[in-house]
């Protein structure tokens, strides 16, 4: 049973703002309310106050260009970035990411920065956003700041925003020439968040693999990066063994549960496989990509 | 996308097996049919109910003072409120009927009711739950049945030595001369998981009992009759002081025709306080207090000779049980009947030991303990023809019932297409040519009951009841007993009752689900509805227009040797077709000539003399292609192909969507529906983590309709949907095996599972290498 | 709690209801609109029987605040229908016998509704995945992706539903 609460509707971001820096210790700011809902339903966060931005339409945007790159504003919804044709020719995964996200109403109404503040591992478009460098910007009374995804999240469904931040815009730097990005979450139905995810992208410098990052989904506490696979990638000529060296590292490199869905070696054993997997389709698509 | 044939049908029929909308459509699909769920009345107060987190403990005492001084709770109800009846589904068998829904002295799994709150909104009776202490002496528990048969493990109920509640012993023929004859024995042990049947209306009930002391129940239920007569038990009323109403029930599944809390505390509740109470479900309650699929460990040896003759085969069953008997003393029985499905043995035996644990009750779920049963034998069948070497169809098929088939003391075999099945999934298979190397195929047999012979509900009603009235309009009012569940048996018998009397289905009203003002009849389960409702309703419309057309020979003036009948509402002589009279001109005279009294027909079903088991049984041999993912284990239905003989089709449609939707929830239970249990405590009540096959899982369901004449049924007809849930679980385990030479002997498969008999039949051919 | 007054419209009807702002946009239609055709079927947002259609996107009404659909226009599976003529959706589940037990059926058609308007020549895996938010456990969705591929081929109008 969700608990009581007084709802609060801000016309803009600013008194968004302000409304959360008065209440910042007890309350909940929702937009999509995909995740916000479930735990508020089960009790898990009772907020007196929940600060409704759903309806700010400044912050609904999805823009590009090609020197600062991608820009998903607070309230633009999964559905929307998944229906774009700039993000289908410019971010292509995160197309597929979003294509396969939870299910058609979730996405219709739910956001990406949402997604990112509530900080589930085993969420898919941490590891992605990650995999491509992404960041997030918080804002606050105070002013913004930007925070590479990768140092977003300190520990299992936490993130580093003060109690009267909220993410205001998700940034994703131009895709490098000769590079891609491949993410796969392996699940028993396709509506499901996975057992484990997979997200790599590498960028080649003529036959060689430039830059690497290979990013994992509910393979710890948080998403984190597998640096040791990335490091075997890095400055390779790759092929089918170097892919097979860089899943056997991420595998070792994490530290998955085990849970009633898998064993904690089921699941090294599955990082291992997506790894090698994802690194060897993210060269395939780098190799022709422009 | 699906492909939907039928071979050597039968000559068509004006309404039977053709394509007529599902007479519930319109309700359904304009969002206007009112579920228990939807049921609002005046002055309704919302119940919830307190639930044991202790798998065994002694209830020592409960106080509720606090939940009571909530503002908006009317009233609290424990054990101590009740008769304390210990009542069971099988009520003719007192020793089995152990459970008191509200327990007086002990609960016995995690979840089970211990007290009920009333309040004016669910949201304060959620709040009051909190405010009710129980006071518990935790006792030991158990939760395996090889476990809880044990010395010195834990006494569940009083009396019943080594927590086995319910044996059954099944035999026929000479067991150890076919033994003795083998040339090959083989011997497995399998296990067989639970499933939660997961009906989309969770578990409902809006009890209302006014000062007149009768008590109307708004009951999503599977048998109105059967809720109606386990209520009066409980209570202490008469049957006839309580009405039970099913208007529209989302799904069954077999899991809707026992008492549950929502029933029997809403009831209890309104008793106290003269006010509606409603009792709704959450998701999370129906997974983990709703009786589930019935877990089996199964032990059998099988013995053939060398060509592939069956010679003999022994089972021995261990169920768990759960904490209370319910539906699973037939589960036992049934298990293992069909464990020898669908062939012919010199000797059978089958023991079953059903074991009580401190875990959920387990129960009737569609199939039955039939799925179980095929799990393991028709694995077992495949890995046989492949030790010898020989065709596993063709040895299946040799060894198949026929027409004719006697099972001694069992059952005899009235209609039996299978051998036609052999034919079609061969041809299917040899259609599909060479698989890409991920791939293969599976198959599985079975046959399955059409309703059950038992009376372990003691009623002394026929099984079956229907009333055909007809109007001076033409419009016929059809009251039946059956319980339309989802599966359409509103449609079937409105069908059924078209055919005969000679109208359109459009001008039938059917009228089910009211102990008021419908027939009783045992209800849904045991797929037995179409042959023994079917039948029912096919007595009482023959019984109709044979009243009818005595006014119209009377007028005819017809020779004895002619005869009239009654097509697309046009009474002729068969004879002469076009001869004749609307069939309105002739239910008005014939009213008048009743003295104003309007034509009123009964018909009702009860086998007699059919054996053990059931009257009839359908038959089915199912294929489904599967792909595997070697490195992950992921498993990917990409077809099916099912042949399958329930005698006469009656409702097109509805059996399309029975054999398509049986597909889903057996698929299920092979490779998806995974209820782990730690301690007694589910480890996923939810629909997040447990997984269901969903439209992008669904393979293609192509259906091969094998057409054959079943004496005992209406127009020939015998089961379909519950049959169809056996063989799939098999089917998949039989592709592994195919494919890659490993034996699945535990079900759900999942990917892990697969990973590691892959990675340990890797270890066993390196060191046999050595 | 307060309760505050808010104006939804559904099926192109306005209704002005009192609501805890804690209520659910499929409280709301049920419980206080009393359109009762829009079921729950779950506590997590799995199982679709709650879809409703929000400005012409399918949402799961069990995670929608009633409050943030003001402004909108909702509809149910009671709107589907004008003036007793089906929509061609409702004539391809009639027709092809997709549901059963009829309780996800609400959701199911507004999922549908909701793919078809946005899908032209929809393949029988986009069908599939359109609907894979909605659990049906009684008719193994094959019925319900014919009836869908059924509208998308143009086999139902608005004029010969």
């Known amino acids: 049973m969700i608990s009581d609460f007084t709802y609060l509707k801000p016309g803009s971001m600013k008194e968004a703002l302000q409304m959360l820096k008065e209440h910042e210790d007890e309350c909940k700011v929702i937009c999509g309310g995909q995740s916000l809902l479930v735990i508020m339903r089960q009790g898990l966060v009772s907020p007196e106050y ?78 992605v956003l990650i995999a491509m460098g992404g960041s997030v910007k918080l804002g606050s009374t105070k002013g913004e700041r930007v925070i590479p995804l990768d140092e977003f999240y300190p520990d299992l469904f936490e993130t580093v925003m003060d109690h009267d931040e909220l993410i205001v815009e998700v940034q994703v730097p131009p895709r490098p020439a000769k590079s891609a990005t491949k993410y796969q979450k392996f699940n028993l139905l396709e509506s499901d968040m996975g057992l484990i995810g997979v997200a790599v992208t590498v960028t080649m410098d003529g036959d060689k693999c430039k830059d690497a990052r290979v990013v994992l989904g509910s393979a710890a506490p948080t998403v984190i990066r597998a640096k040791e696979a990335e490091q075997v990638l890095i400055g390779a000529t790759l092929d089918d063994t170097v892919f097979e060296k860089a899943g056997e590292a991420a595998a070792a490199e994490c530290e998955p549960v085990a849970d009633i869905h898998a064993s904690e070696e089921y699941r090294r054993h599955l990082i291992k496989v997506l790894t090698k997997r994802m690194a060897k389709a993210a060269w395939e698509q780098a190799k022709i990509s422009g | 996308m699906n492909k939907y044939t039928v071979i050597n049908p039968h000559e068509p029929f004006r309404v039977i097996n053709t394509h007529v909308h599902n007479v519930d459509g319109w309700a359904k699909i304009t969002g206007r049919a009112t579920y228990t769920f939807d049921v609002k009345l005046p002055g309704m107060l919302y119940g919830k109910i307190l639930r044991s987190p202790h798998p065994h403990a002694k209830i020592r005492g409960i106080d509720f003072t606090k939940a009571l001084q909530l503002d908006g709770v009317k009233a609290v109800v424990t054990g101590k409120d009740t008769l304390g009846v210990k009542q069971g589904i099988w009520r003719r068998y007192k020793d089995l009927c152990d459970e008191q829904i509200l327990p007086v002295e002990k609960v016995r799994y995690i979840g089970e009711p211990v007290a009920a709150v009333a309040a004016t909104t669910e949201e304060i009776a959620e709040k009051a739950l909190d405010l009710i202490e129980v006071d518990y002496e935790v006792l030991p528990a158990v939760f395996e049945p090889l476990d809880a048969i044990k010395k010195g493990a834990p006494e569940i109920h009083d009396g019943f030595e080594r927590n086995i509640s319910v044996t059954r012993h099944i035999e026929w023929g000479e067991v150890e001369e076919g033994f003795e004859e083998s040339e090959y024995i083989r011997e497995d042990w399998f296990r067989c998981g639970g499933q939660a049947h997961m009906c989309m209306e969770t578990r409902c009930a809006v009890s209302s009992y006014t000062p007149d002391k009768k008590l109307t129940i708004y009951s999503s239920n599977q048998s109105p009759y059967y809720m109606q007569g386990l209520m009066a038990g409980v209570l202490n009323m008469r049957e006839g002081d309580i009405r039970v109403l099913s208007p529209y029930v989302g799904g069954g599944f077999g899991g809707k025709f026992e008492l549950d809390g929502a029933i029997f505390c809403s009831a209890i509740l309104s008793m106290k306080l003269y006010k509606p109470v ?102 077992q069948i495949e890995w046989i023809a492949a030790d010898l070497g020989l065709d596993p169809i ?42 890409p190397a991920n791939r293969s195929i599976g198959i599985s047999a079975c046959g399955f009951m059409s309703g059950g012979i038992f009376n372990w509900f003691d009623s002394p009603y026929s099984f079956s009841s229907a009333v055909v009235t007809i109007n001076q309009d033409g419009t016929v009012e059809l009251h039946v007993g059956a319980q339309d569940i989802g599966q359409g048996s509103n449609t079937t018998m409105a069908i059924i009752c078209a055919e005969t009397l000679g109208v359109k289905v459009e001008d039938i009203k059917v009228h089910s689900g009211d102990t008021d003002n419908c027939p009783p009849d045992l209800g849904a389960w045991g797929s037995r509805q179409t042959l023994m409702s079917g039948n029912a309703v096919k007595m009482a419309s023959e019984q109709a227009k044979k009243q ?23 009474v002729h002589a068969i004879a002469r077709p076009e001869r004749g009279e609307d069939f309105v001109a002739l239910v008005r005279k014939a009213l008048r000539g009743k003295d104003g009294q309007k034509i009123v027909g009964r018909g009702y079903y009860t086998p007699h003399r059919k054996g053990m088991i059931s009257p009839a049984y359908s038959y089915m041999l199912q294929g489904v292609e599967v792909e595997v993912d070697e490195e992950t284990g992921k498993i990917t239905l990409m077809d ?131 | 709690m307060e309760k505050m007054l808010l104006h939804l419209n559904v099926n192109d009807q306005d209704y002005e209801i009192y609501i805890n702002p804690k209520t659910l946009l499929v409280e709301a239609i049920r419980d206080h609109i009393e359109l009762t055709g829009t079921k729950r079927g779950c506590d997590t947002v799995s199982c679709g029987a709650c879809t409703v259609i929000v400005d012409g996107i399918a949402v799961k009404a069990c995670s929608v605040l009633a409050v943030q659909a003001e402004g909108t ?35 199911m058609l507004m999922s549908s509704v909701a793919f078809l308007n946005e899908s032209k020549n929809p393949t029988e895996k986009e069908i599939r995945d359109g609907i894979e938010g909605n659990i049906c456990r009684c008719t193994g969705y094959n019925s319900i992706v014919r009836a869908i591929d059924a509208v998308a081929k143009g086999k139902y109008t608005e004029d010969n539903a």
Not at chain 2, 551 to 560: E, H, M, R
Request: hydrophobic share 35%.
């Open chain 2, 278 to 379: 409603k009792i709704v479900y959450t998701r999370e309650e129906d997974f983990i207090a709703t009786k589930r699929r019935t877990p089996m460990f199964y032990y059998t040896r099988t013995g053939v000779k060398k060509d592939g003759t069956f010679c003999a085969r022994e089972a021995k069953v261990f169920t768990n049980g759960g904490a209370y008997t319910g539906m699973g003393a037939t589960a036992l029985y049934l298990t293992g009947f069909f464990h020898s499905f669908p062939y012919i043995w010199k000797g059978y035996r089958y023991d079953g030991y059903r074991v009580y644990t401190n875990t959920l009750p387990s129960t009737s779920m569609r199939g039955f303990g039939a799925p179980q049963a095929m799990w393991c034998s028709e694995q």
């Open chain 2, 640 to 770: 099916s192909m099912t042949a399958h003989d329930c005698g006469q089709p009656i409702n097109h449609l509805g059996l399309i969507g029975q054999l398509e939707g049986a597909f889903s929830m057996a698929a299920g239970y092979g490779y998806l529906e995974y209820m782990p249990y730690e301690d007694g405590k589910l480890m996923n009540p939810n629909l997040v983590d447990y997984k269901m096959i969903r439209a992008p899982e669904m393979p293609p369901a192509n259906i091969a309709e094998i057409d054959t004449y079943e004496p005992e049924g209406p127009y020939g007809a015998k089961e379909a949907g519950e049959g169809l849930t056996n063989p799939t679980a098999a089917a998949i385990g039989n592709a592994l095996f195919h494919r890659f030479g490993i034996q699945m002997k535990e079900c759900p498969v999942r990917p892990e599972m697969v990973v590691n008999a892959l990675r340990e039949k890797k270890a066993k051919e390196q060191a046999e290498k050595k």
């Open chain 3, 73 to 107: 226009k909702i509809m149910t599976s009671e709107g589907l229908e004008k003036n007793g003529k089906l929509a061609p959706i409702q004539k391809a589940f009639l027709d092809e016998g997709a549901f059963q037990c009829g309780f996800c059926t609400s959701g």
């Open chain 2, 394 to 435: 063709e040895m299946r098929r040799k060894n198949s019932h026929k027409e004719g088939t006697i099972l001694p003391g069992q059952a005899t075999i009235a209609s039996c297409g299978i051998d036609q099945c052999y034919d079609e999934i061969t041809k299917w298979i040899k259609g599909k040519g060479k698989l």
């Open chain 1, 50 to 127: 929940v600060i409704d931005i759903k309806r700010l339409e400044d912050a609904n945007y999805l823009t590009y260009d090609a020197k600062d790159g991608l820009k998903i504003g607070a309230t633009c919804t999964h559905r929307t970035i998944e229906h774009s044709a700039m993000i289908k020719e410019k971010y292509p995964a995160l197309e597929a990411m979003e294509e396969k996200l939870a299910s058609i109403q979730v996405r219709n109404w739910g956001t990406i920065a949402g997604n990112l503040a509530h900080g589930d591992p085993a969420g898919d478009p941490a590891p």
């Open chain 2, 548 to 570: 009818l057309l005595e006014f119209a020979y009377a007028q005819s003036g017809l020779n004895i040797v002619y005869d009239l009948d009654i097509k697309d509402r046009w």
